[in-house]
């Protein structure tokens, strides 16, 4: 029996240490593995920012801001997103209460594919920024995404958006002079973090930071999503607006 206990402690050790190692991704300079399908437990339709506190708005902020609570409320102000399943830019994509999925296929690049509304995010490894020209000149909705890992990190860098979204659901603004900075890493064996700093000096303050956890859901598949039609069940979504 001893030998059987010594034996369990030195199995559970290494599964531990094998863990350690896929979450550093940095042993033996391999690239981190973030790839998997995951999905969020909570949802807030108005973002929480990082540390606390409101939305750190200039009066012209506040003013749009204003603007577009009042017309979503009376129909002058439509949220496509939701009307007609257009991309909902960041960081609203990441406040999602389906599923998505990471693929780090091909070479050089990072997918990401959400459940909600088909929203495709190709995230171009160790590659320049696109020139501002064409930034300006072809703006997405979720924008132009360059990125690099810092150790277990994933770093992101997104620009050229276009100004047909909103910073989340209850309708937060954001100009096309936009710019996001994502940390993304694995906290734990089935746990992805997203901390996105948002720049913004039109309608923002300052900088200001928020962030996401999702659950590794590998027993999860995405579904077909339109919108106006039934879809999967969300009420393990806390937060979620029940019809």
């Not at 999602?96 to 995010?121: A, K, M």
């Not at 940390?183 to 000096?201: A, Y």
Request: with cysteine; proline share 7%; glycine share 8%.
């Amino acid at each position: 029996m001893q030998g059987f206990s010594i034996s369990a402690r030195a199995g559970s050790a290494w599964a531990v240490l094998l863990a350690l190692t896929a979450l550093s991704g940095s042993a033996y300079g391999e690239t981190p593995d973030i790839s998997g399908t995951y999905w969020a437990s909570e949802y807030r339709a108005k973002i929480a920012v990082l540390g606390g506190g409101d939305l750190p708005l200039t009066a012209e902020g506040k003013a749009a801001y204003e603007n577009n609570v009042a017309g979503l409320k009376d129909g002058s102000i439509i949220d496509n997103a939701r009307r007609y399943c257009v991309p909902d830019g960041l960081p609203r994509a990441l406040a999602t209460p389906y599923p998505f999925e990471i693929f780090q296929t091909p070479p050089g690049q990072i997918t990401i594919v959400h459940e909600l509304n088909h929203q495709i995010r190709v995230i171009a490894l160790d590659q320049p920024m696109p020139s501002e020209k064409e930034l300006t000149t072809l703006p997405f909705y979720n924008g132009h995404s360059v990125g690099h890992f810092e150790g277990d990190t994933l770093v992101v860098e997104t620009a050229g958006f276009n100004e047909k979204t909103f910073v989340d659901g209850s309708g937060a603004p954001h100009t096309d002079e936009l710019r996001t900075v994502e940390r993304i890493r694995r906290i734990s064996p089935t746990q992805l973090e997203d901390v996105i700093t948002i720049h913004d000096p039109m309608y923002y303050t300052r900088d200001w930071q928020t962030r996401f956890v999702y659950t590794l859901r590998n027993d999860v598949w995405l579904e077909d999503y339109v919108c106006g039609e039934p879809h999967r069940d969300l009420s393990s979504v806390a937060g979620v607006r029940r019809p």
